[in-house]
């Protein structure tokens, strides 16, 4: 479904993708790991369009779609989490999912209102709060419920987790593996490797901007060694 190939990517005169390779097949949750400042969040950044690479391709579907800006990824079925969450503060609870509602690329409509509600029911307590007065918890959780909205065929969960009680990261682990047996492919980035390898088909582990490791997340939670040297743990 989504491919990166060759992606040289720069900010300023700081060469920080070079040379990426990394495939999203529809479906397949794939684990983007590696250290601090290694490059994951521009990778991520790089294939949604916020930033344009210097050289190297995304495609979709076989068609390159670099340089497409993020709108025009989302419509296409990428949903996006960002690191820090990105949700409307003056707006209510209610207010961010609507906005948020559109059919998935081919017309189907699984995810809906009242479903992001089951799937969250903290956020029905909170439906016309301001997304500003919600607890990291709860504007996590409505986040991943604006992503849902769109109805994705792949959503990108960049450090979803970070900074949450372990209750409420406990429960994002859960509403993540409701969201694999749904069939939305995820790409996801968390500090906690263990639960990405346990979530996840493959992983991938990122060194000063490199892939330097590809693997069946199977194969690396029975072998950890390598994986365990990588990140440095
Ligand atoms: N806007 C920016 N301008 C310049 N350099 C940047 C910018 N954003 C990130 N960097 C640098 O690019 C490198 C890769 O950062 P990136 O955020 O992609 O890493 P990461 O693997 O996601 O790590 P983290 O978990 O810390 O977010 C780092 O050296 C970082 O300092």
Redesign the pocket.
Known sequence: MLTVQGINTY??D?H?LRGVDVDLPASTSVGLL??????????I?TLMGYVRPASGQVKLDGQDVTGWVPEKMARRGIGYVP?GRGIFPNLSVKENLLMSARAGIDGQRAWTFDRVMATFPRLTERLSHGGQQLSGGEQQMLSIGRALMTNPRLLIL??ATEGLAPLIVAEIWRVIADIRTTGIATLI?DRDWRKVLGHTDRAVV?EK?RIVLASESAALVAAPEALSALLGV
Do not use: A, F, P
């Not at 290694?38 to 990778?43: A, R, V, W």
């Open positions: 900010y300023g700081s920080i590696g250290r601090n400042g290694m490059g994951k969040t521009t990778l950044r690191e960049d450090e980035v990122m901007g």
